[in-house]
């Protein structure tokens, strides 16, 4: 582990001239010109780690992501900062663990007062204050709106932001919305619409956000797609299955092969349960006999499976969209945020971002909603796929990602452009995520590395094409990648640290990984309210402690199933050197800064409504005038 420290301003101010120098010297050698390298991180939200077909994927159409695979180098042992969004975005800006930066425990609600610390230094601010980059956030932020908006990424060194500031399931009840009365005042205690929940478009037993949770594991996981490992499934959880090993994220429960659940193949496949004597057909369920009729399909991604029907009614969400570029103030454009049309203005205006900075250097952050629950897709994906509202779902971020490549190639910025794409979502199944690195002329197309990285590692590695150190006024938990990316060495790592999702001290800390062993000392847990429908996920569930502690070899068991027997000969040295890990972690600066998350007001929530007036004498978020909608413009 490092220990790095340095003033801010000259940090900022040698990454500037330091990226300035690399990008002249391999730009220059390459007859390209002297433009520093541009930028681009393309971030999908809980996808899992065999969801796209070139990680193994057997019914996944994921034609861009698999392009992008083949011209890049793949990552194998990838690592989100977290299991839940915030810690994981603030890990990817910040290159520190969330305990470092404060974004803890769990993740940033609407009423949420704080955000993101204006003392973490973030790779726009790095690149923007010394460099004069061009830069931009299209998608979800989730590190915080606060009670004047003062934690919104125009903050954080982005020159301009449109997206949604947290996740497109959180609506709260006590926030603006649409009704079927009318536009309703924004303070607490507004009445909810009948037809409205808190956790709209899924059912309260079976739902699509279920195959992320990791219900009923350990006996139902996700297949990992490296090594083609799909079971069979029994007849008592054919239904859950579909769902749950469909992906992973939010629950740590969640682990990473299936053993009684098998992913399911295209359209009229069917495959033998445990039992030996039924057969499941991909798109007909007990829950939905109807589901292999256009009509029953349909119905099914709107009830069972929770997509959002373009063509129903009810596929809007009551959250706002944010539209802000330098020259105007931060503006609500949409409340609700109609996600049927999002996926399209995303893309067009992370187009436009590039199209305008093509002869300049540039950053752009597309932090795509998808695959975040509720699952979504609009009318140009909806009912395209054999993979059902996953694969509807997956098909637009896949699309998305092809028309920012695409526009990459066409302007000719092939050889200009560093492109990271990645995932946020302690099972292996919880937190190992697809990670593909791509630079053409500087990374060989077509390689696979099984060192071990993480979300942790993108700023280090941005700073290190710039040839310069890490600022040393801080402790960073991440490393530089520029081994493994471009001289195909070992990366500087070989251990990770697990921390709960709703971490608050060092007894959060779950599990580490050495080379190819991960202890966990505590396994269980979550973050999920006490009435959660998913049982497994509740914050109720117990966490188990274990002493000894569980040790598995990842290479030889990463579905975590059989744990080294502590009377082997080498579990006790193996022990040892986690432990020495762990006590070298507690002596890092700084391990627990202050916790930004707890602090809430319900005032506080984002709010554009025609009706409402200032609600706080505390000058909390007053509520814009009107609602402009700007998807027509695009």
């Known amino acids: 582990m490092r220990r790095t420290m340095m003033t801010a301003q000259r940090v900022l101010l040698l990454a500037v001239v330091a990226v300035a120098l690399v990008s002249c010297c391999v730009v220059a050698a390459d007859g390209q010109g002297s433009k520093r390298p541009n930028i681009v991180i393309l971030l999908a939200d809980d996808l899992g780690y065999g969801d796209i077909a ?64 204006h003392s973490e230094i973030t790779i726009a601010e790095a690149l923007k204050e010394h460099h004069n980059y ?15 908006s003062q934690f919104l990424p125009t903050t954080q060194g982005f020159d301009q932001y449109t997206g949604i500031p947290y996740s497109h399931d959180m609506p ?21 619409d009948p037809m409205r929940t808190t956790t709209p478009f899924y059912t309260a037993d079976h739902d699509a956000h279920a195959r992320r949770t990791g219900a009923h594991a350990p006996t139902c996981k996700y297949g990992h797609g490296m090594e083609g490992n799909f079971t069979a499934v029994t007849t008592a959880t054919q239904h859950e299955c579909l769902s749950l090993c469909e992906q992973h994220s939010h ?10 659940c098998r992913m399911f193949a295209r359209t009229g496949d069917t495959f033998p349960l445990a039992s030996g004597n039924v057969c499941y057909t991909r798109h007909t369920s007990s829950l939905n006999p109807s589901a292999t009729t256009a009509a029953g399909r349909a119905a099914m991604h709107l009830g069972f499976k929770g997509v959002l029907d373009p063509v129903a009614s009810g596929n809007e969400v009551e959250i706002p969209l944010y539209r802000y570029e330098s ?15 999002i996926d399209r203005l995303y893309t067009q205006t992370a187009i436009d971002f590039i199209e305008k900075s093509k002869d300049e250097p540039f950053f752009l952050y597309f932090a795509m909603q998808h695959t975040h629950h509720p699952d979504y897709a609009g009318p140009d994906f909806f009912n395209t796929t054999d993979r059902g509202m996953m694969g509807d779902s997956l098909f637009a971020l896949d699309w998305s990602v092809g028309q920012i490549m695409q526009t990459i190639r066409d ?5 200009d452009t560093f492109v990271f794409f990645t995932c946020s979502t302690t099972w292996e199944g919880g937190q190992r995520v697809p990670a593909v690195a791509r630079w053409p002329g500087r990374i060989r197309a077509g390689r696979v590395t099984r060192d071990i990285t993480s979300h942790l590692d993108i700023l280090p590695t941005v700073l290190s094409i710039a040839d310069i150190p890490l600022p040393t006024d801080r402790y960073y938990d991440g490393t530089d990648m520029s081994p493994i990316l471009f001289h195909e060495q070992p990366g500087a790592r070989d251990y990770y640290f697990y921390w709960a999702a709703n971490v608050a001290n060092m007894s959060d800390l779950q599990a580490v990984r050495w080379r190819e062993w991960k202890m966990h000392f505590k396994t269980g847990g979550s973050h999920a309210p006490n009435d959660y429908f998913v049982p497994s996920c509740r914050s109720n569930t117990s966490v188990t402690t274990h002493d000894p502690p569980l040790l598995f070899n990842l290479y030889h068991d990463p579905g975590e199933h059989v744990p080294l027997d502590s009377t082997d000969p080498k579990f006790k040295f193996i022990v040892a050197k986690l432990h020495a890990l762990v006590d070298e972690l507690k002596d890092t600066p700084g391990l627990f800064g202050h916790a930004q998350i707890p602090p809430s007001n319900p005032l506080a929530q984002p709010c554009c409504d025609p009706t409402c007036r200032q609600r706080h004498p505390d000058n909390l978020n007053e509520c814009c005038r009107t609602i402009t909608s700007i998807n027509a413009a695009v």
């Open 134 to 148: 061009n830069t931009a956030i299209v998608g979800k932020w989730h590190l915080g709106v606060g009670n004047q």
């Open 172 to 192: 709260d009840p006590a926030d603006c919305f649409r009704s079927s009365a009318g536009d309703l005042p924004c303070f607490p205690g507004t009445p909810p």
């Open 411 to 415: 302007l000719n910025l092939d050889n």
């Open 251 to 260: 629950c740590v429960a969640v682990q990473f092969f299936a053993r009684e």
């Open 327 to 341: 020259s105007s103030a931060p503006r609500i454009v949409e409340q609700p945020a109609n996600l049927s049309t």
């Open 54 to 117: 070139a990680y193994g994927h057997p019914t996944s159409n994921t034609p861009h992501l698999d392009r992008l695979v083949q011209e890049g180098l793949k990552f194998l042992d990838f690592y989100s900062a977290s299991p839940v969004c915030s810690p994981s975005r603030a890990g990817i800006l910040t290159g520190r663990y969330q305990t470092r930066n404060g974004v803890y425990p769990g993740v940033f609600e609407p009423q949420s007062l704080l955000g993101l610390p």
